[in-house]
């Protein structure tokens, strides 16, 4: 994921309140190809608000959102976006679930069905296909909200704190995990979290965000090789990044 040419995404100058209360002032940020980008900053701030201005699904009072160099300010439907709950549907056998997308977009269930079976392998869910999401750990339910998630929208994903509900050895492995997988996919990122380690672990860039109204305090490129063993999290150059990181906060 080191190697990304063109810009993705580039959300410029977003500002937005509710009522009289400021939330984002004068965000710019921006996702390069096959790039993994973290927002980091502290619980409330605003990033999930970033989000959803970023899926559409809420306008901001000023500012423009780019995909791909198309205006889609306050347009749903292009990204993927997966939540820190699973939201999978009870009732539905896992492959269902992770069909839902292609099915609401006008495929038919048997075709749809085919259409994601090749994926439970690289989403390490090979043989629980046809069980439901009580039979799977919360860690297995976490790569089947993924993979739903990346039927939707193949090469934009935007994850807002996806592992903030596990324990802290299921949260490390499915960090190493999410990168093992993205390695096998054309994807480009933006991940939310308040989680230092996590951020520096995981990313390219991280963008640290300050208290509410959110703006960007700086932007920080985390030069560690890929790809990445849970080794690097002792090494001195994380330590550097995490001290500066810490002191910027």
């Known amino acids: 994921m080191s190697t990304y040419q063109k810009n993705k995404l580039s959300v410029n100058n977003i500002y937005k309140s509710f009522g009289d ?12 190809e096959n790039e993994f980008v973290s927002l980091l900053g502290p619980s409330g701030s605003g990033k999930s608000t970033i989000f959803n201005i970023i899926a ?19 347009r749903s439907g292009r990204v993927s976006y997966m939540y820190q709950k699973d939201l999978l549907l009870p009732w539905k056998k896992i492959i269902d679930n992770a069909a839902l997308p292609l099915v609401i977009k006008g495929t038919k269930k048997k075709e749809a069905r085919e ?57 490390r492995r499915m960090q190493y995990w999410l990168l093992d997988v993205l390695s096998n996919l054309n994807a480009s990122i933006i991940f939310i979290t308040h989680d230092i380690d996590e951020a520096i672990f995981l990313s390219d860039r991280v963008y640290i965000l300050s208290d509410r109204p959110a703006r960007v305090k700086t932007e920080i490129k985390i030069d560690l090789p890929r790809p990445r063993k849970n080794q690097v999290i ?16």
Do not use: H, W
Request: charged share 30%.
């Open 56 to 74: 559409g699904l809420i306008k901001p009072d000023k500012g423009k959102v780019y995909i791909e160099d198309m205006d889609f300010t306050g």
């Open 234 to 249: 002792t090494t001195p150059r994380f330590n550097e990044i995490k001290k500066d990181i810490i002191n910027i906060l």
């Open 21 to 32: 209360i400021s939330v984002i002032d004068d965000v710019s940020l921006e996702l390069k």
């Open 115 to 171: 259409m994601v079976k090749g994926y439970f392998k690289i989403f390490g869910l090979e043989g629980f296909e046809y069980k439901y999401p009580f039979q799977l750990s919360g860690g297995m339910r976490q790569r089947a909200a993924l993979m739903r998630t990346y039927m939707f929208s193949k090469d934009i994903i935007l994850l807002d704190e996806p592992f903030g509900g596990l324990d802290a050895i299921t949260k």
